[in-house]
């Protein structure tokens, strides 16, 4: 045979492939004899150096309808509206009438409800009745009544306006938030309301189909979808060191924007596997990824606070950094790759009561395998103090566990219950203006009716003059109420009050009032 034999003969060959390969496209796409199973590959059969296809079945998931998930739960989330009268809008330091979602750090990750537009509002003139302070989303979980929203969404309302899917409309009351995981939980008078089942957010898998739903640029009951892209992302090194709360999301590319922020995520089920919280922007408009705060841990924010009024938070009691690959080949390491490498280990904490070390390496809690800080954070949001867990941790290159009772912030087991500012044992009296002229100041809160608490406690006497609290000036009682709160609410294991301020013989004194229990 001749090479212009041979070469003829090959493309006949390659043709007659050609044409099964098409043929059986289209009766796929035709839906001909289509075999009983979910896939379809090709097998080579036939002679030596090359052959027909043929198709095999082994196992993918064919194309997916999203419309049961869609259907079930776009009556499970609404529009929530927050209002504000322009004194609260200056609350925010940004002038009068300035709204917060104007702060460039907040359009980056949730977007401005002016579209991206970041221009100056006019200035506000102070007789103006309430005006709409920002645009999101929340998802009811109680029929009746219970909504979950984001703590960014409803910071700083004056009135929340919550309107359903079928256009009815209540003003909704804050049962609590937590700054903390961007989470917060509202109450409307209702009953009989449609609710979207919580799923487990653990069972997620990166690569499965998931739906955002909500009202972004309060277009409501919007649906977009997308995949699981990462779970227990951190996204703090794009915030240029800022906090970001838990640092545990799960990352989507499902499309989400602003007034999207509190809405639904949900997987094929329709069941909640997340609260849309952040996107990454650079213009304040979806760019490709979103993040959610997992179920997992909203779960536990919002049965705290309705439980106990505020969040339990546990802590082991460890600093710590993610192993690298220098740290790995610097210590010697050689049992593991990834983890949380323990530098230094609290006094009077969970972790030293259960004998953890510095450069220990924590690679599971029960069970769950920890290879980077957003996972053992997302682990330990799960517990309450006094919950015990299982740590497994690398020592000298030998895998170990041992069991530990997680504590609180201030090294014990107990349980915070959230109080009101009346603890303090006093009422408050703004000064009058002949009191402002008489002892030479621009604003003043005055102790009255001083009984058993925590002013008390730590020496105050009725007739002080409160001039700032933690370097915050007052000026009335509300301002009290809230800087009580956010102490209340932080972090910090120290919960203190540090007050200046004078007695009407002009001596200026300063107290430290304890706040823990």
């Known amino acids: 045979m001749n090479l212009y034999s041979k070469i003829a003969l090959l493309a006949c060959g390659v043709a007659i492939a050609s044409s099964a390969v098409t043929v059986f496209a289209v009766d796929v796409l035709n839906g001909n004899d289509m075999p009983s199973s979910s896939s379809y590959t090709f097998t080579e059969s036939g002679y030596d150096g090359g052959g027909i296809y043929k198709v095999s079945q082994n196992g993918v998931t064919p194309p997916t309808d999203f419309t049961h998930a869609a259907e079930s739960t776009i009556n499970g989330v609404v529009s929530i509206k927050s209002y504000a009268t322009p004194r609260g809008y200056n609350a925010y330091g940004n002038g009068g009438g300035a709204s917060p979602f104007n702060d460039p750090f907040l359009e980056f990750f949730f977007g401005s409800p002016n579209g991206g537009n970041r221009r100056q509002q006019p200035q506000q003139k102070q007789d103006k009745p309430e005006q709409q302070l920002g645009l999101g989303s929340g998802v009811i979980i109680s029929p009746d009544g219970y909504i979950v929203t984001n703590n960014h969404v409803i910071d700083g309302a004056e009135r929340l306006e919550i309107t359903l899917n079928d256009n009815r409309t209540f003003n909704a009351k804050v049962i609590g938030s937590d700054a903390s995981t961007d989470i917060a939980l509202l109450k409307i008078e209702a009953e009989g309301l449609p609710v979207i089942p919580i799923g487990d957010s653990d069972a997620l898998k990166v690569g499965e189909w998931v739906l955002a739903v909500g009202n972004p640029f309060g277009f409501t009951s919007t649906v977009t979808t997308g995949i699981v892209s990462a779970k227990a992302r951190s996204i703090g090194s794009a915030t240029q060191g800022r906090p970001m709360g838990i640092e545990s999301y799960i990352q989507t590319d499902a499309a989400v924007n602003p007034g999207n922020s509190g809405g639904a995520l949900v997987n094929i089920n329709g069941e909640l596997v997340g609260i849309n919280t952040a996107i990454y922007s650079q213009t304040g408009n979806y760019a490709g990824y979103s993040f959610a705060v997992p179920t997992s841990i909203v779960k536990k924010i919002i049965t705290d606070i309705k439980q106990y009024g505020t969040v339990q938070r546990a802590v082991l009691g460890v600093a710590y950094r993610e192993l690298t690959p220098q740290l790995v080949k610097d210590m010697e390491i050689t049992a593991v790759n990834d983890g949380i490498l323990i530098d230094e280990v609290v006094e009077r904490s969970a ?37 015990k867990i299982v740590v497994k941790y690398i020592r000298d290159n030998k895998e170990k566990s041992t069991n530990v009772t997680l504590r609180n ?31 030479q100041l621009t604003s003043g809160l005055q102790v009255v009716g001083l009984k058993d608490g925590k002013f008390k406690s730590a020496g105050i006497k009725d007739g002080f003059i409160i001039l700032d609290i933690n370097n915050m000036r007052v000026k009335s009682q509300d301002d009290v109420e809230k800087i009580y709160d956010a102490i209340m609410k932080s972090n910090e294991a120290d919960k203190v009050m540090f007050i200046t301020g004078i007695y009407p013989t002009g001596r200026k004194v300063y107290y430290a009032v304890d706040l823990a229990d």
Do not use: W
């Open 351 to 387: 972790a030293m009561e259960a004998g953890l070390q510095k450069n220990d390496i924590i690679i599971g809690i029960n069970g769950v395998g920890i290879h980077n800080s957003a996972q053992l954070q997302e682990q330990l949001n799960k517990y309450r103090p006094g919950d």
């Open 409 to 439: 912030n201030q090294g014990n087991v107990n349980i915070t219950v959230a109080n009101d500012y009346t603890a303090l044992g006093c009422a408050f009296k703004k000064l009058s203006a002949e009191q402002l002229r008489q002892y």
